[in-house]
């Protein structure tokens, strides 16, 4: 059974176009996360939630924002998507020792 | 701070011949290292994980990996590659926070050929 489910599997959307991108986790782990992975390059970690706290990297751009609503459910939003967001975006949840990895959306940008 | 090196970008092994991918790594205390696996479109699937416990850790599909403090290493290997076994593959350190925030190696692109 599926652990971490992302939606949709692929998104395109329009340069400067709203987009949100959803991640729901049975696992009931209070952590979840939200990587960037560009092509051919490793994930890069653009913030977690520690239940309802919020951490951001320190170099992610305020074009990305994220919200959690209750333990399953987090969300990413790219405000204003530009050509350079085109990417993987994982969602992932996980306790001590490991993390869980959803399959992945991808997103384009026209 | 920690820091993963994976020191090949790519390896090509024939099938049923034995896989290395060599990973190097930099930790200030003793580390959490994973391996895991990427299929093309695919998201990250745990290979294998070494905790502090047994430095020889056998992980999924065949895998294992053997943690050398003195080497600062984490290689991973197969006896006999499959073609199924062609994928990306990331050696990862946890920086030990109680977030377990995951630091990535740059990945090594495996192929298998007949």
């Known amino acids: 059974d599926a652990m971490v489910i992302q939606n949709p599997r692929y998104q395109v959307t329009q340069f400067g176009k709203p987009v949100t991108l959803s991640c729901s986790q049975t696992?009931?782990?209070?952590?979840m996360y939200w990587y960037q992975q560009k092509s051919s390059q490793a994930p890069k970690l653009l913030f977690h939630y520690y239940d309802k706290d919020f951490n951001n990297e320190a170099d992610t751009p305020d074009n990305f924002q994220s919200r959690r609503p209750n333990t399953s459910f987090c969300f990413l939003d790219i405000r204003s998507p530009g050509l350079g967001d085109a990417a993987m975006y994982l969602c992932a949840t996980g306790g001590p020792g490991e993390q869980f990895f959803g399959p992945g959306t991808r997103l384009t940008v026209l | 701070a920690q820091s993963v090196t994976q020191l090949d970008s790519h390896v090509s092994v024939s099938e049923g011949t034995p896989v290395l991918l060599r990973c190097n790594y930099s930790s200030s205390y003793s580390p959490s290292l994973f391996w895991y696996v990427q299929h093309p479109n695919k998201g990250l699937q745990l290979l294998l994980k070494?905790?502090?416990?047994?430095?020889l850790v056998k992980g999924i599909n065949g895998f294992e990996a053997e943690f050398k403090k003195s080497e600062t290493s984490f290689h991973l290997t197969k006896p006999s590659a499959h073609m199924s076994d062609a994928a990306e593959y990331f050696c990862?350190?946890?920086?030990?926070?109680?977030?377990?925030?995951?630091?990535f190696g740059a990945g090594t692109r495996l192929a298998v050929h007949p």
């Open positions: 696992l009931n782990h209070n952590v």
């Open positions: 070494y905790t502090s416990a047994a430095t």
């Open positions: 990862v350190v946890s920086d030990g926070d109680g977030y377990n925030k995951l630091i």
